[in-house]
């Protein structure tokens, strides 16, 4: 049998890129085995997927109860793992949001997302946020700015979307209160010379950038937002995709910001690792969308809603213990970051922590995260980049993670920086 690589190059398309070649072949918590029996921290959670780690029993028995049931269901009958898994969404999103609508992947529940924004506003302008990652289908590519690269090529992309700066300070060389109003001026400008307001169907706004360099927006920052979209009836979408869940210490970004939103886009840690998204509005909000005029064969699978349904009263629990985990983390962070030069920013919440790696000039040092990313590895860990140019380190433990383990990870990080420098 030729090897696993030459196998992937016959017949897996190029076009998916892997973070690693390594092939896992186990998996439990917060490690993972290879076919040689190495055994890994995953500190990519699958990105940012399986927050409760890997094999949480508490999932695994669900899905095993579902599957002696119903497996699938497509639109032809109803049952109650659906009903549950949006039973326990409105527990835990923010205050407004009452329904819920399923579909398979984060990209996917943007695109609904929109098209319910054109849709119940009239309206078909819609303002995203430079740096903003909301996936790779031909709409969501179109509110994506990331990276250029994922653009390139595949242009044009969908009218009347207008792209506002989203404050970048540690980019930008200013501090928040400077980046965020020049953003907010930006914005403005937009409205003035771009797209009247009274076209704009919604903004779309990660409240912290995940793919984007893991940039939080600031609490002044969003609550202007949430005026503009009073004052304009304007609505506000939050793509919680990344940010959800728990990543920050609370259930969602927005909660920690104290904003309403009036649409959330979920996906990601949602199952932990089945596949599922959602989006989520007021009930009025999803009564003025025409029953049938979107949906999906297997949105809302019903194994994907089970799992749901027990990440989340599962998580429950675990979230308490996010900011004690983020503050041992940061305080970690800090003291490499006095030492290491190579790190130039540190930023994010809760266990969305991105560590940006900076050159003597203060410019991106993408050869320091590749470095970093390598030693990872050599050292039995799997770690993310983000950033448009791939030189933050995209800290993403499981939130089930021990504090030995966690302070193993940091320490592969603080080595991993220590050889790059010398
Ligand atoms: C914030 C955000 N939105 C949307 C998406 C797209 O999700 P998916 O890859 O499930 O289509 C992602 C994926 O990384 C994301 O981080």
Known sequence: MPNLNSRIREVLAPV???????????????????????????????????NLGHQHPDVKTAVLEQIDRLWH??????????????????????????????????????EAAIKMAKITTKRQGIVAFRGGFHGRTMGALSYTTSKAFYRQGYH???????????????????????????????????FRHDVAPKEVAAFLIEPIQGEGGYYPASSVFMHRLRQLADQHEILLIVDEVQTGFGRTGNWFAVDRLGVLPDVIVLGKAIANGFPLAAVGAST?????????????????NPISCAAAAATIKTLDKVIPRVPLLAAHASARIEEIAQQRESIGDVRGA????????????????????????????????????????????????PLTVNEADLDLGLDIIDQALASYED
Not at 88 to 94: N, Q, S
């Open 73 to 110: 269901a497509g639109g032809s009958f109803r049952f109650d793992s659906k009903i549950r898994a949006a039973e326990a969404l409105r527990e835990v999103t923010p205050e407004g949001i009452e329904q819920f609508v399923f579909v398979n992947s984060g990209g996917e529940a943007i």
């Open 350 to 397: 809760g266990l969305m922590i991105g560590i940006e790696l900076s050159g003597n000039d203060g410019k991106p040092d993408a050869a320091a995260m590749a470095h970093v990313k390598h030693q990872a590895i050599e050292a039995g860990m799997f770690i993310l980049s983000c950033g448009p140019d791939s030189n933050v380190i995209r800290f993403v433990p």
């Open 284 to 300: 009025q909000q999803m009564a003025a969308w025409p029953s049938g005029s979107h949906g999906s064969t297997f949105g809302g």
């Open 156 to 190: 044009p992309m969908v009218p009347s979307v207008f792209i506002a700066p989203f404050p970048h300070p540690y980019e930008w060389h200013m501090d928040q209160e400077e980046a965020d109003q020049w953003a907010l001026d930006e914005l403005e400008r937009i």
């Open 16 to 50: 998916s890129a892997y973070n690693s070649d390594i092939e896992i072949v186990e998996s439990k918590g917060s490690w993972v085995t290879d076919a040689g029996g190495k055994n890994y921290l995953d500190f990519t959670c699958g990105i940012a997927v399986t």
